[in-house]
């Protein structure tokens, strides 16, 4: 039976004490190179509850005591993507200044909230976290490189392979052009749903003409009706992505509107 996930304190503390009942201050080496403390004072702080990691002292914390076996309580609640960020900052793969630039964050502090779990991260942020990771993934790797993730990961979405025979060559769809695509389309679904209800309220008789007019001026006209003519060519685009047939339909479709 697997072990319940465990608060990353009780779980120091109880590695810390277990280690300690050996007797000798190397066995302390190992958490204290991996996480960067230089005096073994601090562990033992850490030890008795005179105080407690913080910062990117915590991050790395979790992550050893994840990699020596425990499950951590507070690694668990994290998205995958948070997840596997700060494993890669843990293991030194990715530094803090890198990371904030890459992504768009304020300071480090803003990114630890997100890492410890503090605060949440956007839809657009995981796409970036994606994108960031793959390419880190991509450079020289050493045995050091953090292992994937083994977080749940939504069942795989077999590829289809349409063949063109008008074509000699055919563009591979890449893994961050796919995973990118996928999370965008998931947006996309969450802000129409967003958008749906309120749109019907200010389209029904619940709302007057006058007020109407008043959220078309404030929203802008012309946003609106660019909305409406890329929405339209979205709307295209999928039902085309349904399936071949759909695809060579509106294909030809628009091959004879062109002819006109």
């Known amino acids: 039976?697997?072990?319940?996930?465990?608060?990353?304190?009780?779980?120091?503390?109880?590695?810390?004490?277990?280690?300690?009942?050996?007797?000798?201050?190397?066995?302390?080496?190992?958490?204290?190179?991996?996480?960067?403390?230089?005096?073994?004072r601090t562990i033992h702080t850490w030890l008795n509850g005179n105080s407690k990691p913080l910062g990117p002292k915590l991050l790395k914390v979790r992550y050893f005591l994840e990699n020596q076996g425990n499950s951590i309580f507070e690694l668990?609640?994290?998205?995958?993507?948070?997840?596997?960020?700060g494993k890669f900052i843990a293991f030194g793969h990715l530094d803090f200044t890198e990371t904030i630039q890459e992504l768009g964050?304020?300071?480090?502090?803003?990114?630890?909230?997100?890492?410890?779990?503090?605060?949440?991260?956007?839809?657009?942020?995981?796409?970036k976290i994606n994108v960031l990771l793959k390419k880190i993934s991509k450079e020289p790797k050493s045995d050091q490189i953090p292992r994937a993730s083994l977080k749940t990961l939504p069942p795989e979405k077999k590829?289809?392979?349409?063949?063109?025979?008008?074509?000699?060559?055919?563009?591979?769809?890449?893994?961050?052009?796919?995973?990118?695509?996928?999370?965008?389309?998931?947006?996309?679904?969450?802000?129409?749903?967003?958008?749906?209800?309120?749109?019907a309220n200010l389209i029904s008789d619940k709302v007057s003409a006058q007020n109407r007019g008043v959220f078309r001026d404030r929203a802008?006209?012309?946003?609106?009706?660019?909305?409406?003519?890329?929405?339209g060519a979205v709307k295209l685009q999928l039902n085309s992505m349904c399936s071949e047939t759909a695809r060579n339909l509106n294909l030809q479709k628009c091959e004879t509107g062109g002819q006109k």
């Open 220 to 231: 802008g006209k012309k946003l609106v009706s660019e909305l409406t003519s890329e929405l």
């Open 159 to 199: 590829q289809s392979e349409a063949i063109d025979s008008s074509k000699d060559y055919q563009e591979q769809i890449s893994p961050e052009f796919e995973e990118e695509t996928i999370l965008l389309l998931k947006m996309l679904k969450k802000n129409i749903k967003l958008l749906n209800p309120r749109l």
């Open 105 to 127: 964050y304020k300071s480090v502090d803003s990114l630890l909230d997100v890492l410890l779990g503090r605060s949440g991260i956007s839809d657009e942020k995981k796409v």
């Open 76 to 85: 668990e609640k994290l998205d995958k993507e948070v997840y596997d960020l």
């Open 1 to 40: 039976m697997a072990e319940a996930p465990q608060k990353t304190i009780d779980c120091l503390r109880r590695y810390l004490a277990k280690v300690n009942t050996v007797g000798s201050a190397t066995n302390f080496e190992p958490i204290m190179k991996f996480v960067g403390i230089n005096n073994s």
